[in-house]
C-alpha cells in the first residue's frame, strides 16, 4: 500500500510542481524581477544612404536625438547594465510615411542579455526632417591656432593638400558655411613638417558647426587624408631699421639726425631671404625714393609715424608680437649747431616747497645750441648748465621753462621746457 501510495503519478506531479514553486519563491526572493529607466540615450541613425539616393538629406528635429530605455529584467541582470550597454537606432530605411511632416522612424533597441520583448523606448519613434541634400565646395584655409613652434622659430608657410574639400548634406547647414579650417599643431616644432590636421567649420556667425551639425555632412575626402605642410621661419634679432630722408629742409637748416624707435627688431623669412639680410649686414633701409620722410621746407623737428610691416624686403616679414609701428625722429638745426643730450637728473631746483619731491617726465632734455665749429667741438653736455624755478607750484605736473646757462660764444636755438612732477613727501607714522 506505501509502495502504490509512493508511485502514484498524481504525487509525483505534485511534489515536482510544488518543487518548482519553491524554486521560484526562493529566486524571485534572491533574484527578483525589477525595472530601470536610463534616460538620454543617444540614437544612432544606419542606412542614411536610403534618402541620399533620393537626393534627399535628414537632420533628427529638436529632442529627438535621445530617448529613455526602460529594461524589465532579473535585478542582476538590471545592476550590470549602464547606458554605454544600450544601443538604439534609427534605420531610415524603416521610415514609416514620406507623406507626413515631420516623417517618423522606429527605433529599435538592443542590450546584451535582455530580450527585445523585455525592453521599451520613449518615445518609440523619433522626428526626423527631410530636406534637398546639396553640395558645395570650400578652400581650406591653414590655421594653428595658439599653438607656436619651438623658441627661435615661426611658422612661415602653410599648405594644404588638397587645397578645396566638397561637402555634402541637408541644405540649412551647407549653406550657412562662411569657412572651412585645418587644425594643425605646430607646439615646440623645430623643423619643416607635414601635419595631420583636423577639420572645423564656421559659419557665417563665425560660430563652430557642433558635433551633432557636423554628423549631417560629408567630405569628398577623408579628414585623415588632410595634410598641412609647415615650413618653419627662423628669428633673426637685432635687425637694425634705418630711414633715409627726401626733400631739402628750408635755407640755412640741416638734418641733425635721424632717430627711429625702436631702432632694431626681430624679423623672420625664408633661408635666401635672411642670407641677403646678412649680407646687408642685417640693416633694413627705407629709401629716400619712397617719399615716407619728406622734411621739404622744414626748419623744426619732424616726427613721422611708419608701418613698417609693409616696407620689409621680398621673403623678410617681422617676427610674432613685434609691433609694426615705428616713431621716427628728424632732428633739424641751423647751420652751425648741433644738439647735446643732457640728463636731467643734472637740473638744479629752486622754490620747492617744503615737504615736496620734484620728479622730471623724461630722462634727458635736447639741448640746441648755436656756435662757431670750434665752440662747437667742445661743447659737451657738461659745459651746459639746467635749473628750473618751481616756486609757488602745488601738487601736480606742471611744464615750466628750463634756465640754460651755456659757454661764452655759444647761443640756445630754441627755449626748453621740462614737465615737473611735484607730489608731497609721505611720513611713516
Known amino acids: ?63 529627438y536625438d535621445t530617448v529613455d530605455v526602460t529594461v524589465r529584467a532579473n535585478r542582476s541582470t538590471v545592476d550590470r547594465l549602464a547606458p554605454s550597454s544600450i544601443t538604439a537606432t534609427a534605420d531610415l530605411t524603416q ?112 560660430m563652430e558647426f557642433t558635433d551633432a551639425q557636423m554628423s549631417y555632412l560629408t567630405f569628398n575626402v577623408d579628414e585623415r587624408e588632410v595634410i598641412v605642410h609647415v615650413t618653419l621661419y627662423k628669428v633673426v634679432s637685432g635687425v637694425t631699421i634705418e630711414v633715409e630722408t627726401s626733400g631739402e629742409p628750408a635755407p640755412g637748416y640741416q638734418v641733425s639726425r635721424v632717430n627711429v624707435t625702436p631702432s632694431t627688431v626681430s624679423v623672420v623669412g625664408s633661408e635666401e631671404a635672411l642670407e641677403q639680410l646678412a649680407a646687408n649686414g642685417n640693416i633694413i633701409t627705407i629709401a629716400s625714393d619712397t617719399g615716407l620722410i619728406n622734411i621739404d621746407g622744414a626748419s623744426s623737428d619732424q616726427e613721422f609715424r611708419l608701418d613698417i610691416s609693409k616696407l620689409m624686403p621680398n621673403g623678410i616679414s617681422l617676427a610674432q608680437d613685434v609691433s609694426s609701428m615705428a616713431l621716427v625722429n628728424v632732428q633739424i638745426l641751423p647751420y652751425n649747431s648741433k644738439s647735446v643730450p643732457v640728463a636731467t637728473k643734472n637740473i638744479q631746483t629752486t622754490g620747492l616747497a617744503e615737504g615736496m619731491n620734484c620728479v622730471f617726465g623724461v630722462n634727458r632734455l635736447e639741448i640746441k645750441v648755436r656756435a662757431t665749429d670750434e665752440n662747437l667741438e667742445s661743447l659737451d653736455a657738461n659745459s651746459i648748465g639746467m635749473s628750473v624755478d618751481l616756486t609757488g607750484l602745488p601738487a601736480g605736473t606742471h611744464s615750466v621753462p628750463v634756465a640754460i646757462t651755456l659757454p661764452e660764444g655759444c647761443e640756445l636755438v630754441e627755449d626748453v621746457t621740462v614737465d615737473a612732477v611735484l607730489s608731497a613727501t609721505e611720513i611713516n607714522q
Open 1 to 63: 500500500m506505501k509502495k502504490k501510495l509512493l508511485e502514484h503519478p498524481g504525487l509525483k506531479l505534485g511534489a515536482l510542481a510544488g518543487a518548482i514553486l519553491m524554486w521560484l519563491i526562493i529566486t524571485n526572493f534572491n533574484d527578483p524581477i525589477m525595472t530601470m529607466t536610463f534616460s538620454d540615450i543617444p540614437v544612432m541613425v544606419v542606412n542614411s544612404s536610403y534618402v541620399e539616393s533620393m537626393g534627399q538629406s535628414y537632420k533628427i528635429s529638436d529632442n
Open 95 to 206: 521610415i514609416i510615411s514620406f507623406e507626413t511632416d515631420p516623417v517618423m522612424v522606429p527605433t529599435s533597441i538592443s542590450i546584451p542579455g535582455v530580450s527585445a520583448a523585455n525592453v521599451t523606448s520613449s518615445p518609440k519613434n523619433i522626428s526626423i526632417e527631410l530636406e534637398d541634400m546639396v553640395s558645395s565646395e570650400f578652400v581650406i584655409a591653414a590655421t594653428v591656432g595658439t599653438t607656436r613652434p619651438a623658441n627661435g622659430y615661426e611658422v612661415g608657410k602653410l599648405e594644404v593638400s588638397p587645397e578645396t574639400l566638397t561637402i555634402r548634406g541637408p541644405g540649412s547647414l551647407v549653406n550657412i558655411i562662411e569657412r572651412v579650417t585645418a587644425n594643425v599643431d605646430v607646439t615646440l616644432l623645430k623643423k619643416d613638417s607635414d601635419l595631420r590636421a583636423q577639420l572645423k567649420i564656421f559659419d557665417r556667425n563665425g
